[in-house]
């Protein structure tokens, strides 16, 4: 078993949360000259009446299955491949990455006063036989919000590229009044449920 794994993200808190555990990785992103395209909004597209948890299982196992074979691609050395994705839902309705300030707002105002899912699938190739997968669901909860306050956190710029216009870890965090679950989840990465896995691919100590 290797001593470290690829991680098919690009996002830094992932990293982070990966370090905090001390984990060696290392980045396994897409090449945007010189390899396959890959068409990453097609993956993210919501099927009809897909409930919020199987869709960011779904989208995760895609998005892993495109790392496998990106691996392959390039020929590097065998290790384990962590993939992970994360997903707000108000209801059955999936909240993804704003499309502009307009529609960051649009999606603030509709958490705001009101309890949202955030739900985070992971899924670890470890060999090329077996694929570990986990899924972790939190609660959060926001106060309500002034259309100046949406406003002013809009314009920070920090809720472009967030699922559900918002970053738990950010300034985001003045209007939570409560989460129930895991916070690194809400992040983008559960440590137990990671750690749990990295256990049973031999990654970490029983």
Request: net charge positive; charged share 20%.
């Amino acid at each position: 078993m290797a001593d470290f794994l690829y991680l098919a993200s690009q996002s830094p808190r992932r990293h982070e949360l990966l370090a905090q555990l001390g984990v060696r990785h290392e980045l396994l992103l897409p090449n945007t000259s010189g390899d396959v395209p890959e068409d990453a909004e097609a993956i993210e597209a919501v099927l009809p009446g897909e409930a919020p948890s199987r869709y960011v299982q779904r989208v995760t196992g895609l998005k892993l299955d495109l790392a496998v074979a990106r691996r392959a691609r390039r020929t590097l050395p065998p290790a384990p491949i962590l993939c992970a994705d994360t997903t707000v839902a108000l209801g059955r309705v999936v909240l993804g990455k704003p499309l502009d300030a307009q529609d960051a707002t649009r999606m603030l105002a509709e958490l705001a006063g009101r309890e949202h899912r955030v739900h985070t699938a992971l899924a670890l190739q470890v060999d090329g036989q077996r694929r570990l997968c986990a899924l972790s669901t939190s609660r959060v909860r926001f106060a309500p919000m002034t259309a100046a306050q949406i406003a002013a956190y809009v314009a920070s710029g920090e809720p472009m590229g967030k699922a559900g216009a918002y970053a738990i870890q950010g300034a985001a965090a003045q209007h939570v009044q409560r989460i129930s679950g895991s916070y690194s989840g809400i992040m983008g990465l559960p440590l137990y449920e990671l750690a749990q896995l990295l256990r049973a691919a031999g990654m970490f100590a029983a």
